[in-house]
């Protein structure tokens, strides 16, 4: 199959012509008329080429072959067509053009790949003041009261600007991402930073996508007449804001140098009661952080609170601080990374490089759900969203060709498999295994001897075993070492990766202040009746479902909660499990 550069470049060019704004750059804001001609015309192309496609309930389009069915597996590959006001033509389509043209290249070889393109709605936050809309509501981390929170420009909310557009929130559960049907997600992105440019290198497999937290700081201190107040009576806010935002961005600088890609901006600033012969007595401005570990995001946010505090207290202001965003720092799926370098390798490209995006993708809210990586694009001179952005053809071309080589291959491996445990010796399958269940590596320790295993489901069962056999106190202990859902873990960043994922993948990462009150309040009754942690399987409910098990688990006695977390537990650490090993049998172990 040929990947023709040509017709990627009219497709780039054809898109960025659909815009409010002709002459001044790209501007498609979610569910208006150029939206909804841009995403037509990517549907029209996939039709000649054989293609089916449906909407889904929260507005993203999926286009498949025509014999390729819904539920069989297949590839995941796409991004978004919104764009912020003025931008440039080739973020986020770059990632629609590119499985669009994989699609028609295979179409007119006759071959049916197992992929999947889709179009997610409203990523770039700029229409409804909020990111990865179609993506969140899609994977169940956004609720249906935060999209009708969310605006537009003519004050409508998500649901209401969508309804004609296949938004149905009655369907959102029926809907949502069915894991199952997908090998993993390969997002094709340009990079939007200078790097890659400036270090001549076409494309990079992206290993991680930074954190980001988000909040409105309001100062407020005291408005009054600016020739007759002396300086040293003042009580100015927009001056202590000055402070803040210098503060910041040197506190950024710093954390910068420990750990590279970490950035603190101030976008937004309202000034109160913003007359020239007035001394500002309220301020209220935005702050966007991002790193690319959790721990970084913990670091920087106690010192962003830190340090807006202590300003104030020093002016005589007051201050408030609130968090209206925070998404994990995510990293990729290893496998999938490894199937793109594979693929690149395979197709004499080399070995390509790899990178963290600064920037948050789709990807970041899928990759809980679905193995996931990204491939970036050049961006020359890291220029992005402004009409001078531009990437060369030839490299989304070599990004296409590597994506169409990743899918024509058997399903990426998982990272081990079940002979290699067979044939570790102790030390090596506790250090492997050591993680399925949360800081309870001593069950590894005791399964060891019980190889070899004739299926991941009788490792399974070998491993549960030694709790079951285990004394009372080893039990608590294993009940103990899992995190409070929610709790101060959570909140500063330091759970283990898997409870990281797991909880994200249930929606506890996007909580409202109400909710995340409801788990702290639970959290602590339940502890203090039972004196454990409240567990349950994250990744088989949704927040609410977890929520509403707490009243009626709270009415157990303590021995029926034991028997709950034990059960909740052999849940968790059968999926990890099927996340980790491959039962590849070999002829002796059968």
Known sequence: MQINAERISHDLDHIAAITETPGAGSSRPTFTPQWVQARDYVIEQATRAGCKHRIDSAGNVHIRPTALPWESRAWLSGSHIDSVPNGGKFDGVTGIVVPLEVLRAAYEAGITLPLELIIFAEEEGTTFNLGMLGSRAWCGTLNVERLTSVRNRDGKNYLEAGANFGVDPSKFSADRINPAHYCGLIEVHVEQGPAMWEQNIPVAVVTA????????????????????????????????????????????????????????????????????????????????????????????????????????????????????????????????????????????????????????????????????????????DGISHNPDEFSRIEDITTAARILAEVVRQPLVAKTLKLSQLNHSDRSEFVKLLGGVFEHSPWIAFGAWPKRPFSSIQNLHERMCDIVTTAEEEAKLSLINAHPDLVGKLAQAGELTAEST????????????????????????????????????????????????????????????????????????????????????????EA
């Not at 009243?551 to 021995?559: D, V, Y």
């Open 209 to 380: 996508i930074n954190g980001r937290r988000q909040y409105v700081c309001t100062l407020r201190g005291t408005a009054n007449h600016a020739g007759s107040t002396p300086m040293n009576y003042r009580k100015d806010a927009l001056a202590a804001a000055a402070m803040v935002m210098l503060s910041l961005e040197s506190c950024a600088i710093a954390m910068h140098r420990q750990q590279p890609g970490t950035v603190i901006t101030i976008g937004r600033l309202n000034v109160e009661p913003n007359a020239i012969n007035v001394i500002p007595g309220c301020v209220k401005f935005s702050i966007d952080l991002r790193a690319s570990t959790d721990e970084m995001i913990a670091k920087c946010d106690a010192l962003v609170r830190q340090n807006i505090k202590g300003i104030c207290d020093q002016r005589g202001l007051t201050c408030e601080i609130v968090q209206t965003e925070s998404l994990p720092a995510m990293p990729m799926n290893q496998s999938v990374c490894t199937a793109i370098r594979a693929a690149a390798r395979r197709l004499a490209v080399g070995e390509i490089a790899q990178t963290t995006s600064g920037a948050l993708h789709d990807a970041a809210i899928v990759a809980p759900f679905v193995p996931t990586a990204m491939l970036f694009v050049a961006s020359r």
């Open 501 to 588: 994922r797991e909880q994200s993948a249930a929606g506890l990462s996007q909580l409202s202040p109400a909710e995340v009150e409801a788990f702290e309040k639970y959290n602590a009754e339940y502890r203090g009746k039972f004196g454990f942690p409240f567990v349950i399987c994250a990744r088989d409910n949704k927040k609410e479902a977890i929520l509403a098990a707490f009243p009626q688990r709270l009415m157990n006695t303590a021995q029926q909660e034991m028997t709950t977390a034990l059960t909740e537990i052999y849940k968790i650490a059968w999926l990890r499990l099927c996340d980790l090993v491959e039962g590849d049998l070999v002829k002796d």
